[in-house]
C-alpha cells in the first residue's frame, strides 16, 4: 500500500511533480504572519512531551477533540499527556478529510520520520518515538526553525511590549530573521469605547516597532469598521504608508460566540466562527480615503469568509499603482480556509481576476513550532492546482515558465514586497 505520506503527496500530474520538485521543494520559507510565543524563540525552548508541544496551545486541535466527546480536561485541562495525546490520536481516526490530519501526518514525516497514520492502536508507540526525537540535542525551537529553512518570521505583539525578547533574539540568533508586528487592536477597541485619542501614543509606538525591525502592522477586525474605528484606522494605516510598512487586515470572523466557553477559558481557545461576508463597500471607503491621500500603504486583504474572496480580489484590483507589484491584495487562505479547497479556491480567484505570480503566498497564523510543513502542503496544492491546468491545457507547457512563479510565490515575493533582505 502507497504510503499516505510520499514524495508525491497531493502531486497528480507529471507537470506537477516536475513544478513541486524541481522549483518549490528547496525554498526557504518567510512566515511573515504567526503567533509564535517569542520568549520561547529567545530562550530556545525544549519540550520533553510531543503531547505539550502539539497540543499546549493549539485550539485547532482542540476544537477538533471536543467534537469527538473529549472532555475540556484533555483540550485544556490537566490530563496526563498520555491521555490527551490518545485523545487526539482517537480524533484523527475520524478526521479523513480535515487539514489536521494532512498537517500532523506531515509533522510527523517531517520531524519524527514517522510516516505510519496515527491511530488509537500505534499512539503510544509514536508518542514514544516522538518524545525520544524530542530529547535529542537539535530538537529545540530554534533547531526545529532551521531545520525548517526559515529565513524569515514575523510575530504578532502588542503595541506596548518591551520587545525586550525581540532584543535579545537579534543578539544571538542571527540565522534567521525574528520581526515583530505592530497590532494595536486592544488600544483601538479601547479608545472607541471611550472616545480618547490613542494616535499619540500608537504613533510613538509605531515609530519604537520601526528601530526595532517591524516592517509590518496587523490589524483583527471583526468586522469592516465604520465611524470612529474606522477613522483611527485610517490614521493607522498612514503612519503604516509614511514608514513603508505593510497593512494586513483580518476580518468577518464572530469571536467567542460561545459567551460561556470564553467566561470560562477566555479568548483563542478555539470558538471562534466565520461571520456574514460583506463590508466590502466600507472597506472600499477606507482604501479610497488613503489613496486620495496620497497615503495608501501596500495592503493585504484577509476575510475569513470565503464569500468575499472574488469581490475582494476585484477591489484589490482598483487600487493598484506602481512601482509596487500586487500593491493591494487578498492573503492567503486563512484559518477555517487553509485547506485544500479553500487553497484552490483562493488560487483560481487569484489566477481568474488578478496575477498569480505576483502573491506573497502562505503564512502558518500559528503557534506551534511544528506548523512550517502548511508551507509544503500549500506549495504542493499550488504545483498540483497549476499542473492540472497544464495537463488540461488551460496554461501553456512550459515548466520554466511555470517554475520561476512557483518560485516567486514560495519565497521571492514575499522577500520582496515586505522588504524582508532575506
Given at each position: 500500500m502507497k504510503q499516505y505520506i510520499n514524495d508525491d503527496f497531493l502531486l497528480t500530474t507529471d507537470a506537477a511533480k516536475e513544478l513541486y520538485h524541481g522549483y518549490a521543494e528547496n525554498e526557504k520559507i518567510i512566515d511573515y504572519h504567526c503567533h509564535l510565543p517569542v520568549k520561547e524563540i529567545a530562550e530556545d525552548k525544549r519540550w520533553s512531551d510531543i503531547a505539550e508541544l502539539w497540543l499546549g496551545g493549539d485550539h485547532y486541535k482542540w476544537r477538533l477533540m471536543r467534537s469527538n466527546g473529549f472532555s475540556e480536561e484533555l483540550c485544556t485541562g490537566k490530563a496526563p499527556a498520555a491521555d490527551k495525546f490518545a485523545?487526539?490520536?482517537?480524533?484523527?481516526?475520524?478526521?479523513?478529510?480535515?487539514?489536521?490530519?494532512?498537517?500532523?501526518?506531515?509533522?510527523?514525516?517531517?520531524?519524527?520520520?514517522?510516516?505510519?497514520?496515527?491511530?488509537?492502536?500505534?499512539?503510544?508507540?509514536?508518542?514514544?518515538?516522538?518524545?525520544?526525537?524530542?530529547?535529542?540535542?537539535?530538537?529545540?525551537?530554534?533547531?526545529?526553525?532551521?531545520?525548517?529553512?526559515?529565513?524569515?518570521?514575523?510575530?504578532?505583539?502588542?503595541?506596548?511590549?518591551?520587545?525586550?525578547?525581540?532584543?535579545?533574539?537579534?543578539?544571538?540568533?542571527?540565522?534567521?530573521?525574528?520581526?515583530?508586528?505592530?497590532?494595536?487592536?486592544?488600544?483601538?477597541?479601547?479608545?472607541?469605547?471611550?472616545?480618547?485619542?490613542?494616535?499619540?501614543?500608537?504613533?510613538?509606538?509605531?515609530?519604537?516597532?520601526?528601530?526595532?525591525?517591524?516592517?509590518?502592522?496587523?490589524?483583527?477586525?471583526?468586522?469592516?469598521?465604520?465611524?470612529?474605528?474606522?477613522?483611527?484606522?485610517?490614521?493607522?494605516m498612514k503612519l503604516d504608508a509614511a514608514a513603508g510598512r505593510v497593512s494586513q487586515l483580518h476580518f468577518n470572523c464572530i469571536r467567542n460566540p460561545n459567551s460561556a466557553r470564553f467566561a470560562s477559558l477566555g479568548p483563542d481557545t478555539g470558538f471562534d466562527t466565520i461571520s456574514d461576508a460583506g463590508g466590502l463597500r466600507a472597506l472600499a471607503a477606507i482604501l479610497d480615503r488613503l489613496e486620495s491621500a496620497g497615503a495608501l500603504p501596500k495592503t493585504i486583504l484577509y476575510s475569513l469568509n470565503p464569500s468575499?474572496?472574488?469581490?475582494?480580489?476585484?477591489?484589490?484590483?482598483?487600487?493598484?499603482?506602481?512601482?509596487?507589484?500586487?500593491?493591494?491584495?487578498?492573503?492567503?487562505?486563512?484559518?477555517?480556509?487553509?485547506?485544500?479547497?479553500?487553497?484552490?479556491?483562493?488560487?483560481?480567484?487569484?489566477?481568474?481576476?488578478?496575477?498569480?505570480?505576483?502573491?506573497?503566498?502562505?503564512?502558518?497564523?500559528?503557534?506551534?513550532?511544528?506548523?512550517?510543513?502548511?508551507?509544503?502542503?500549500?506549495?504542493?496544492?499550488?504545483?498540483?492546482?497549476?499542473?492540472?491546468?497544464?495537463?488540461?491545457?488551460?496554461?501553456?507547457?512550459?515548466i520554466a515558465w511555470l517554475g520561476g512563479m512557483v518560485r516567486d510565490v514560495s519565497f521571492n515575493n514575499a522577500n520582496e514586497y515586505f522588504g524582508f533582505g532575506v
Open positions: 485523545a487526539f490520536a482517537a480524533t484523527l481516526d475520524k478526521a479523513a478529510g480535515n487539514p489536521m490530519l494532512d498537517w500532523s501526518q506531515l509533522e510527523l514525516a517531517r520531524y519524527f520520520g514517522v510516516f505510519d497514520r496515527l491511530s488509537p492502536a500505534n499512539s503510544a508507540e509514536i508518542r514514544e518515538k516522538c518524545n525520544i526525537r524530542l530529547a535529542e540535542k537539535d530538537f529545540s525551537a530554534r533547531a526545529i526553525m532551521l531545520k525548517s529553512r526559515v529565513a524569515c518570521v514575523c510575530t504578532t505583539d502588542d503595541p506596548d511590549d518591551t520587545l525586550e525578547w525581540h532584543d535579545k533574539i537579534a543578539a544571538d540568533f542571527k540565522e534567521v530573521k525574528v520581526l515583530p508586528t505592530w497590532r494595536p487592536d486592544r488600544i483601538l477597541k479601547a479608545a472607541v469605547k471611550d472616545g480618547s485619542d490613542p494616535m499619540p501614543h500608537l504613533a510613538q509606538r509605531h515609530e519604537y516597532f520601526g528601530r526595532h525591525g517591524s516592517v509590518v502592522s496587523d490589524y483583527g477586525l471583526d468586522t469592516v469598521p465604520s465611524g470612529r474605528h474606522a477613522d483611527l484606522l485610517v490614521e493607522c468575499d474572496t472574488p469581490a475582494l480580489q476585484a477591489l484589490a484590483g482598483s487600487f493598484q499603482q506602481g512601482p509596487a507589484r500586487a500593491k493591494v491584495q487578498v492573503g492567503s487562505a486563512w484559518w477555517f480556509n487553509d485547506h485544500l479547497r479553500g487553497m484552490q479556491a483562493q488560487l483560481e480567484s487569484l489566477m481568474a481576476l488578478g496575477l498569480i505570480g505576483n502573491f506573497v503566498g502562505m503564512l502558518t497564523d500559528s503557534r506551534s513550532f511544528l506548523s512550517y510543513p502548511r508551507h509544503e502542503y500549500f506549495r504542493r496544492i499550488l504545483c498540483g492546482l497549476l499542473g492540472e491546468k497544464v495537463e488540461k491545457g488551460e496554461v501553456p507547457c512550459d
